[in-house]
């Protein structure tokens, strides 16, 4: 079972930057074989994705519009690891932020098989 832990989370102001961590582990494929991507859910809203990266080094990468220009996803298969670096933060980006992988770029997007437990980032004006 694939197993997804973010961490990175926390407190900032308006205008600040935080980044997020998503330590991946699997018992039988390496994290390269997967796409993988970050979904928020800010609190009364439905989940939504902020971005997406393909698998085998990531050579391409999605965005939301709402964090273009703002957020850049990356990842680091050596060390099993996907980011997530958040610059000009603002209180609607205010949410609970969750580490997503699949097999398919497509279904990383929209309903990806493997989440984590999630992690809260609150933007303070």
């Known amino acids: 079972q694939v197993q997804l832990a973010e961490s990175g989370g926390g407190l900032v102001q308006a205008g600040e930057s935080l980044r997020l961590s998503c330590s991946f582990s699997?018992?039988?494929?390496?994290?390269?074989?997967?796409?993988m991507g970050w979904f928020r859910q800010a609190p009364g809203k439905e989940r939504e994705l902020v971005a997406a990266?393909?698998?085998?080094?990531?050579?391409?990468?999605a965005y939301a519009d709402s964090v273009k220009d703002r957020f850049t996803i990356s990842r680091d298969d050596a060390k099993n690891t996907l980011f997530l670096q958040m610059n000009s933060l603002k209180p609607e980006d205010t949410a609970i932020y969750y580490c997503?992988?699949?097999?398919?770029?497509?279904?990383?997007?929209?309903?990806?098989?493997?989440w984590g437990q999630g992690t809260q980032v609150t933007v303070s004006s």
């Open positions: 997503v992988a699949d097999f398919q770029w497509g279904a990383v997007q929209s309903t990806p098989d493997y």
């Open positions: 699997g018992p039988t494929f390496r994290i390269y074989v997967y796409a």
């Open positions: 990266i393909s698998r085998g080094g990531g050579s391409t990468t």
